[in-house]
């Protein structure tokens, strides 16, 4: 396994870096991070054991791979020293919204650049990462991108052109459910329940209707329309959703948000 330099030690380069050594890609001594003004970094390296260095110099040298984890508003303000460095090597940027143009213009000497757009459940090895490359990868490149992405859940590769609307669906989606599930569970204890119950009512009955749309591989119309009997009570609330537009309310939510994508792409 190549060696590899996090730029970044937060929240999505602990996942990576630890589905990294669990899955026995790397070993500790391959891999070296830095962070910004906070502890990170070092908080990183007494986890894990990877290294924890202070300069760019001392990150990059000997490094094959550039995993980019700051935030975008961090790389705007990056130390142009990291460009230099990073000649001839690969940059993965995991950062929301910035283009493979940005990211090429910055690290011009890269031997390929590949933007991945993961979501959050990635924290916990959960996630959907989508990807896309400057070039096509060779097929080493391919493999280290897939394990260090693959710590963070699935992978899907998509056409840049497309990463709008991944941060609609998946990026973003997170969101949309936790919204759901709060409003589920308030509507829950509106109907008499204490929190408590309205939560663990709410909760493994979702985790339960995923277990069952996973293990018989129905669509989620087949399973819906199996428990809705002509006159019953899942028909009665399904009706309520129809009057209030919501299968219109979904998409114009998915809609907003690969705008908003879009317009803070280009500013
Ligand atoms: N969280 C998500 O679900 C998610 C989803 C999609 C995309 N992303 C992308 O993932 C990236 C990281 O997100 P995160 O949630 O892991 O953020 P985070 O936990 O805040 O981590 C950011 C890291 O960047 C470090 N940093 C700050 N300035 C730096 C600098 N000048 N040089 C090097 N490192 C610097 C920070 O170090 P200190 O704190 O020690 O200063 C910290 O380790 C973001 O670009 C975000 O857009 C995240």
Do not use: H
């Not at 940005?102 to 933007?115: D, H, Q, T, W, Y």
């Not at 663990?200 to 399973?223: C, H, K, V, Y």
């Not at 129809?242 to 907003?256: E, K, M, P, Y």
């Amino acid at each position: 396994m190549p060696k590899l330099a996090f730029i970044g030690s937060g929240r999505m380069a602990s996942a990576m870096v630890q589905g990294l050594l669990r899955s026995g890609a790397c070993q500790p001594s391959d891999i070296t991070v830095i962070g910004g003004q906070d502890n990170t970094a070092s908080e990183l390296s007494q986890a894990t054991g990877v290294r924890a260095v202070t300069s760019p110099l001392d990150l990059l040298a000997g490094a094959d791979a550039v995993v980019l984890a700051c935030k975008p508003q961090q790389f705007a303000g990056l130390d142009p020293a990291y460009a230099m460095l990073a000649r001839g090597k690969l940059v993965l940027s995991i950062l929301a919204g910035t283009r493979l143009v940005s990211l090429s213009k910055f690290f011009n000497g890269a031997r390929n650049v590949v933007r991945a757009m993961p979501n959050t459940p990635g924290a916990v090895g959960q996630g959907i990462t989508a990807q896309c490359s400057v070039v096509a990868l060779s097929p080493e490149d391919a493999l280290i991108v897939q394990s260090i992405l693959s710590g963070l859940g699935r992978i899907l590769e998509l056409p840049e052109a497309m990463f709008d609307a991944v941060t609609a669906v998946s990026g973003s989606g997170p969101g949309f459910f936790f919204e759901f599930l709060a409003a589920y569970e308030a509507a829950a204890v509106e109907l008499g329940f204490t929190p408590e119950q309205a939560s663990l009512l709410s909760r493994e009955t979702f985790r339960g209707s995923l277990g069952l749309l996973a293990a018989t591989r129905e669509t989620p119309d087949n399973l819906r329309t199996q428990v809705t009997s002509p006159g019953g009570t899942t028909k009665a609330g399904l009706d309520a959703w129809a009057s209030a537009q919501f299968r219109t309310t979904v998409a114009n939510a998915l809609i907003a948000a690969q705008r908003r994508s879009a317009e803070l792409g280009k500013a």
